[in-house]
């Protein structure tokens, strides 16, 4: 595990690669070293169905000659620097010219940061992963109703990166993850339901509980039995906290300044307008302590720094990069992603939705008839329009109670719409890469029979 935690010989390597790059003709060269080691074991009806590990290091060398550039990757700890590095400008030299492709401004680049508590020290054995993925699916089990397991999984690793840039920048950030997840099912014959529940932390002393993440599996299918269709109908919508957690996707989707650069967003002539209520806020924190995607630094080496993309109901900023910054002529927003077999790309860390001032029983308790959601099925969002049409299942809402289950039902709208007659309840939790609160959205199509 030492080793593990150890990124001194991985920036080394680094460094070794970028000098070879400029020895061999590069104008400018990054290297992106990726290091991980994972375990896990799928069980199911108490007897463990497989296990696993993987672990290595890969290398990814981007080279730039004049205003061209390549991308070469390893995972062979024995290749030769100096081969890869000519191999990537030889690449380099006969590529396109893309005048936007650069590394980052020194300027942006981190200097020090804050240990943000991403690390674990102690990685969870095969046997404590197997009675952790047990004693969620016999709490599952155990909920009346529910007639088998559909596995449960747990699984442990640490991994993270290190970037050296030809421009000074080095560094390394190192995360630890554990989770768990059971899936119950319900009933029996062509009447069967099921649902799952999950936990994810970046240390095992922060998971939920096995037995209440099991039985909040089993009644969640238990609660899916016998569901009725519903005529075709106009009507408000709540979406649950874990189907609401959709919506900040869909903004950061939009916002990534690689989509606006393309014109494949439908928010691409927004920026700085009102597209949501007032009060509404969305959150990108990278800096959250043990968050699931926080990082000090991008992938460019840039600082991360907090980012509410929506301020008041208003788009504030898009996600960028520094070649999607470049192009629509603004600064990289620290939100460089990557791996090693390409450039960057512009990506959200730790997003949220702002909590509301209702609470969901009340949200619930003010509607005559409407649906409320918890399970959503297929992705049929269309980015560059905002159409939006998606099959899912929950509960019909009737004199401000959830009356019975429905499935089998799409939902129709326009983002455009929904953001603008969205309104945030006051449940948030911050769990994971992606949060929420309970939802409203008023006057959505739910298409049933």
Known sequence: MSDLLDTGALLERARRLVDAARKAGADAADVMALRGVSVGVQMREGQVESSERSEGDDLGLRVFVGRRSASVSSNDPREDAAALAERAVAIARVAPEDPYARLADPADL??????????????????????????????????????????????????????????????????????????????????????????????????????????????????????????????????????????????????????????????????????????????????????????????????????????????????????????????????????????????ATNLHLAAGTVSPKDMIGAITSGLYVTDMIGSGVNMVTGDYSRGCSGYWIENGELAYPVAEITIAGNLVDMFANLTPADDLVLHHGVDAPTVLVEGLTVAGR
């Not at 992963?129 to 599952?140: D, I, M, P």
């Not at 089993?218 to 569901?227: F, I, K, Q």
């Open 110 to 347: 981190a200097t020090s940061w804050a240990d943000l508590d991403l690390i674990d020290p102690v990685m969870m054995a095969v046997a404590d992963l197997e009675a952790l993925a047990r004693r969620a699916e016999e709490a599952a089990l155990a909920v009346k109703g529910v007639s088998k397991s559909g596995g449960a999984s747990a699984g442990a690793g640490i991994g993270g990166f290190a970037l050296v840039t030809s421009t000074g920048f080095e560094g390394a950030s190192l995360g630890s993850s554990t989770s768990f997840s059971v899936t119950a099912i319900a009933g029996e014959g062509t009447g069967m339901e099921r649902d799952y529940d999950y936990s994810a932390t970046r240390h095992r002393a922060d998971l939920d509980a096995a037995e209440l993440v099991g039985a909040r599996a089993g009644e969640r299918a238990v609660r899916r039995l016998n569901p009725r269709k519903v005529d075709t109908t106009r009507v408000p919508v709540i979406f649950d906290p874990r189907t609401a957690a959709s919506f900040p996707s869909y903004l950061a989707s939009a916002a990534n300044g690689q989509s606006v650069a393309r014109k494949t967003s439908f928010l691409r002539e927004r920026l700085g307008q009102r597209i949501f209520k007032a009060g509404v806020s969305i959150v990108d924190d990278p800096h959250r302590p043990r968050g699931l995607r926080s990082r000090p630094f991008d992938g460019e080496g840039v600082a991360t720094r907090p980012l509410v993309l929506i301020e008041d109901g208003v788009l504030t900023s898009w996600l960028l990069d520094s070649a999607t910054a470049a192009e629509l002529g603004l600064r990289t927003t620290g939100h460089a992603s990557r791996g090693t077999g390409g450039p960057p790309s512009p990506g």
